[in-house]
């Protein structure tokens, strides 16, 4: 009888929780459409350079490029995590999510290092509508990657306290989601803006 | 330091009119009232656990339904205060600025705050007990994008008595926006308050969409819907669609404004008319966002008080669903005399016009379920057939509108005005009310009292000709929208005579309503039976009010209609109650953090609306604290054990 009341519960918990991950398809929709919304305002404005520089004179390729390969090694790394997560593999999520981690806060280290530099030469966010369009749009994907990085400390703790159950395969199986979903976006960014903007 | 405190609450408080004053004594004596009672009666740890740290969707809509009356009024006095000020030419009752910040508030609260959350609190008590499920897909996320609605509101309208209200239109176009022309902080409560309750809709629309295509009762596929579900699921598709949108736009204004930015600015190289773009490609699905599920409502009233299947059923479904996909190529219709040149204009006005004929499709329908039908004049018929008129009216001059080159003779005249309060009121209003009504015994145990209810659909539906009907007249008399005050000499006192005592019976409208709901709270008509209507969907097969885990056995429901099909077939002689095993039901537990969390959003808000930065460090702190904390809880669920299914329905009166 017992056993059959938990089977029955875990039955009623794995369905809630695979509500949580269609949930989350729809959740990114809406995140792509933020996205979409400053790209789109991006490409209205990136002539608008006002007195400031354009972005061929502010962009540095070999830092972004960096930045672009680290991100691409952190989406494998988080995938890596995905599969030992699928092979039950508690330590070996645990490694994989550290190396993503430690990936995604060299690229958001190099992000700000860049930002610095820019504001130091005279490029800020008020010089121009390009800029302003630049430093949102670039700055809310470098915020989805730091908010990704505190979400996935969290998820590291609660492995150690819960160990490998259908919650934290949920959990798991969202965050793998939204960091290959901030790879997607970074992909356009750098096409669209640093790319497309040095040519 | 005396000194520095005045100085201070000079600028923070809003000081120098008396009406402010007044509502200033109000506030607080009102407040003070509320703890009184609660205290009195030893109610604090009653509204803890029953209310706010609910996660029932049936309270939550209740919650939904109260906040948007209470802002209805609110929104209704300040169209009263205009309409005041314009009855006669020359009048100082309001000054320009405070006229500006009125029209302001009533164009934002009516919508965002009064519209949008009587739509949640209809989704919410109607929704999961028409398919027969027993909660909404995230009942957590549904609490939180009920107190994010709120404190956003609440937000909005402290600007009413702290730092001064926002006053550049309801959708707050730059450069009017902008630091250099509104410097204070109206915008950024403008900004903040409806991105808070904004997130919380964007959730509310992943929700109910969620639910609706995953949470169905056994049986019933999705052409078997009720029609309202349908509404709700193509209103969703438009809000997941289409508010992350608005929320962008209006970041990106506060960050012009906070940050220095140029997005939007006259100088920097900004481009305002991008705003206006962005904001109307919210801002026009966003009321076919509201429109949709009042169809929804009619549908649904039209068909029990005619005891008759919906005419065209397919049709209905199909006519929503081109709806909600015309409604994203509409937008630039609202700026036909930007001067994006003559193939723009003309797509839009042709996506605009092609609107009509999918609406169109749904009156007929409408009406030709009525035909032959045994029509019961019962309130929400009343009101369904209110709408019928009023919107084909508000319909016929949104072609009008809709037709280029005239745009340049109505843009933003008192036409325009009189066309969207036809659309709004006559479609929204009158169907949310209709609702309200409809499904009142549903959430209350008890029906309306009709002699009252009658009385004020007569006061709203009269007062609504003589309000607008005239404004349309005005329109072409050279009237704009947003005067506050004008001269005997152009000859449009008579008529704006008229409207402001149109304005006045819909107010009173508004009174016999709120008269009607006290009295019937002491007299109104039990509802035993739990099917007051004889109606014709699921949510009338259980008991009134719903028990907390609405249905004590799932319902098997693989026909339209379907609690109309069940009545049929227990009337058959041969018909025999199928015995059913009860089973333990699994329900979420109640929880405090999205009140919490959605306070500390509302303490960032002010943060950022004062840009005071160690307040918005708090705020955000608090937030992130918050999340942390639901995510590391694991222990949100519980049973219903079987023992108390059976006392809670046989104390309805049900044999199970």
Excluded at chain 1, 29 to 39: A, H, K, Q
Aim: overall charge neutral; charged content about 10%; glycine content about 8%.
């Amino acid at each position: 009888m017992m056993s059959a009341i938990t089977s029955q519960h875990d039955h009623h918990v794995e369905e809630l929780e695979s509500l949580k991950v269609t949930g989350f398809w729809i959740f990114l929709v809406t995140d792509c459409l933020i996205f979409g919304t400053l790209f789109a305002t991006y490409a209205v404005l990136v002539n608008h350079i006002a007195n400031g520089p354009s972005g061929k004179e502010i962009f540095e390729l070999s830092g972004v490029t960096w930045e672009t390969f680290i991100l691409l090694t952190s989406s494998f790394t988080s995938g890596l995590a995905m599969l030992a997560m699928h092979k039950g593999n508690k330590k070996q999520i645990i490694n994989w999510l550290i190396v993503t981690i430690l990936l995604g806060m060299s690229f958001v280290g190099l992000e700000v290092r860049e930002f610095a530099q820019m504001v130091d030469e005279g490029a800020t966010i008020s010089t121009s509508a390009f800029l302003t369009a630049f430093f949102t749009l670039v700055g809310t994907h470098g915020l989805h990657v730091s908010l990704g990085i505190l979400w996935m400390i969290g998820l590291i703790i609660q492995l150690f306290q819960r160990g490998l159950n259908v919650k934290t395969k949920r959990k798991l199986t969202v965050i793998g989601l939204y960091w290959h979903f901030l790879d997607v976006v970074w992909i356009f960014i750098f096409t669209i803006v640093y790319l497309m903007g040095v040519m | 330091m005396w000194e520095k405190i005045k100085d201070f609450s000079s600028g923070f408080f809003v000081t120098g009119e008396p009406m402010i004053y007044g509502a200033d004594v109000a506030i607080v004596l009102v407040s003070l009232a509320i703890v009184y009672v609660l205290t009195r009666y030893k109610k604090w740890g009653w509204l803890w656990r029953e209310w706010l740290t609910t996660v029932d969707h049936k309270k939550i809509g209740i919650m939904y339904i109260i906040a948007a009356l209470l802002m209805l009024f609110r929104g209704g006095v300040d169209a009263l205060l205009m309409r005041t000020q314009l009855a006669l030419p020359n009048q100082h009752f309001l000054d320009s600025n405070h006229y500006n910040e009125i029209f302001t508030t009533h164009g934002t609260i009516m919508i965002l705050f009064m519209a949008m959350p009587l739509m949640f609190g209809l989704f919410n008590i109607a929704v999961p007990l028409q398919i027969g499920a027993r909660d909404v897909a995230y009942p957590f996320l549904n609490a939180v994008s009920f107190w994010m609605f709120f404190f956003g509101a609440l937000l909005f309208n402290l600007s009413f008595v702290i730092g001064g209200s926002p006053n550049a239109g309801w959708l707050s176009y730059p450069p009017l926006s902008e630091i250099p022309y509104s410097s204070g902080p109206g915008q950024n409560f403008y900004v903040w308050g409806i991105n808070i309750s904004g997130i919380g809709s964007t959730a509310t629309g992943i929700n109910f969409l969620v639910t609706i295509l995953k949470m169905r009762a056994p049986g019933m596929k999705l052409m078997k819907m009720p029609l309202f579900t349908w509404s709700v699921l193509a209103s969703c598709i438009l809000i997941i669609f289409t508010f992350p949108v608005f929320t962008a736009t209006l970041a990106m204004l506060y960050i012009d404004r906070f940050l220095g930015g140029h997005f939007f600015t006259m100088t920097g190289a900004g481009n305002p008319m991008m705003y206006i773009n962005l904001i109307w490609m919210w801002g026009h699905p966003e009321v076919y966002i509201v429109v949709l599920p009042a169809f929804g409502i009619f549908s649904e009233v039209v068909a029990t008080f005619s005891k008759k299947k919906i005419f065209g059923y397919k049709s209905m479904v199909f006519s929503l669903i081109l709806i909600s996909v015309i409604s994203y190529f509409t937008w630039a219709h609202h700026f036909f005399t930007m001067g994006a040149g003559a193939d723009v204009n003309t797509f839009f006005a042709i996506a605009t016009m092609a609107i009509a004929i999918p609406t169109g499709v749904k009156i007929f329908n409408w009406l030709f379920t009525m035909y032959k039908g045994r029509i019961e004049f019962s309130q929400p018929m009343l009101w369904t057939i209110g709408f019928i008129v009023c919107f084909v009216i508000g319909g016929a001059t949104g072609v009008m509108l809709s037709i280029a080159p005239a745009d340049y003779q109505y843009h933003n005249s008192y036409f325009l005005i009189a066309h969207f309060h036809n659309t709004l009121i006559g479609g929204v209003v009158f169907a949310y009310l209709a609702g309200l009504i409809y499904w009142w015994p549903k959430m209350f145990g008890f029906k309306l009292n009709d002699r009252l209810g009658k009385w004020a659909f007569w006061f709203w539906n009269i007062g609504f000709y003589v309000c607008f009907l005239p404004q349309y007249a005005l329109g072409f008399m050279g009237m704009t929208r947003r005067l506050y005050t004008y001269g005997w000499d152009r000859g449009w006192a008579p008529l704006n005579f008229v409207s402001t005592i149109g304005a006045f019976l819909m107010g009173i409208g508004f009174i016999f309503q709120a008269v009607q709901i006290i009295y019937s709270i002491k007299h109104g008509e039990k509802d035993t039976t739990g099917d007051p209507w004889n109606g014709r969907t699921l949510e009338w097969s259980i008991p009134s009010p719903a028990p907390h885990y609405n249905f004590a056995v799932v319902p098997y429901a693989p026909e339209q209609d379907a609690w109309w099909e069940m009545k049929k077939k227990m009337q058959d002689p041969d018909y025999k109650k199928e015995k059913v095993e009860l089973e333990p039901i699994h329900m979420p537990k109640n929880t405090g953090i999205p009140f919490i969390m959605s306070f500390f959003w509302f303490i960032a808000g002010f943060g950022f609306t004062f840009e005071w930065v160690w307040m918005i460090v708090v705020g955000l702190i608090g937030v992130a604290a918050t999340m942390f904390a639901r995510s590391f809880q694991y222990d949100d669920d519980y049973y219903i054990p079987v023992e108390e299914i059976k006392e809670t329905e046989s104390a309805m009166g049900r044999v199970v």
